[in-house]
């Protein structure tokens, strides 16, 4: 069965850094883009940020870009995203998924809190 | 960026009875591939979203064939055909044909 688990959320002060993971089980990780997708807490959903297979495509959120870096390291099934210069806005639940163009595959998401 | 609107956004449905949801693109959903890339996602409360249906009308494997989609260009809809019980939560459409990807503003179905 194909899985998601993401890890690395936690309550950070604005301004400061954080690393999200995401460790992929049950399908072939290196054949698939994957994305970021985060609801910040009773919102809809918003796509972060996306990567092509091989690392050769990236895109970003207008509302992310030069803040956030997303990064894949094929070997460990795992999907990165480095999140810097946070903000109260931020604040929202991170789900790693598999992006087919459909976006088929969710973890259950981590949750990233941006308070002082 | 392509806006996607849904509607409505609050759905009351009687068990048992038909349920619609209306999804709108600010432009064309064609990509140059000839296919159009609308999902369709359902997020029942406390959980994460699961993908249901994929270009306009194409279910995953085990949504039930009470779940239909369809629409062709800027117009989509998510059709049931008799709500059930685990049908509540809040139903998400999706472009994936252009760059940045867009959701909708999500249409919370309840039961009357």
């Known amino acids: 069965e194909a899985q998601l688990v993401e890890s690395g959320g936690g309550l950070v002060k604005p301004g400061g850094s954080l690393r999200l993971s995401c460790v992929a089980t049950g399908f072939s990780f290196s054949d698939n883009g994957m994305s970021w997708v985060r609801q910040a807490p009773g919102k809809g959903l918003e796509w972060v940020s996306s990567?092509?297979?091989?690392?050769?495509?990236?895109y970003y959120a207008d509302s992310v870009r030069g803040r956030f870096t997303i990064s894949r390291d094929d070997a460990k099934k795992s999907l990165y995203l480095q999140l810097n210069s946070l903000r109260a806005e931020d604040t929202a639940f991170y789900y790693c998924v598999r992006d087919r163009y459909n976006l088929d595959i969710w973890g259950q998401g981590t949750l990233v809190t941006v308070s002082s | 960026d392509v806006v996607m609107t849904q509607s409505p956004l609050s759905l009351p449905v009687t068990l048992g009875q038909p349920a619609s949801i209306s999804c709108r693109s600010s432009?064309?959903?064609?990509?140059?591939?000839?296919?159009?890339?609308l999902n369709w996602f359902q997020q029942r409360p406390g959980q994460s979203p699961r993908h249901r249906i994929y270009k306009v009308s194409d279910r995953d494997s085990g949504v039930p064939d009470r779940f239909s989609g369809s629409g062709s260009g800027t117009d989509f809809t998510l059709n049931i055909s008799r709500v059930e019980a685990e049908d509540v939560g809040v139903y998400y459409c999706?472009?994936?044909?252009?760059?940045?990807?867009?959701f909708g503003q999500g249409t919370r179905l309840e039961i009357k």
């Open positions: 432009q064309s959903l064609v990509h140059s591939d000839g296919n159009t890339y």
């Open positions: 990567i092509g297979r091989s690392g050769t495509s990236i």
């Open positions: 999706m472009q994936g044909t252009h760059w940045p990807r867009t």
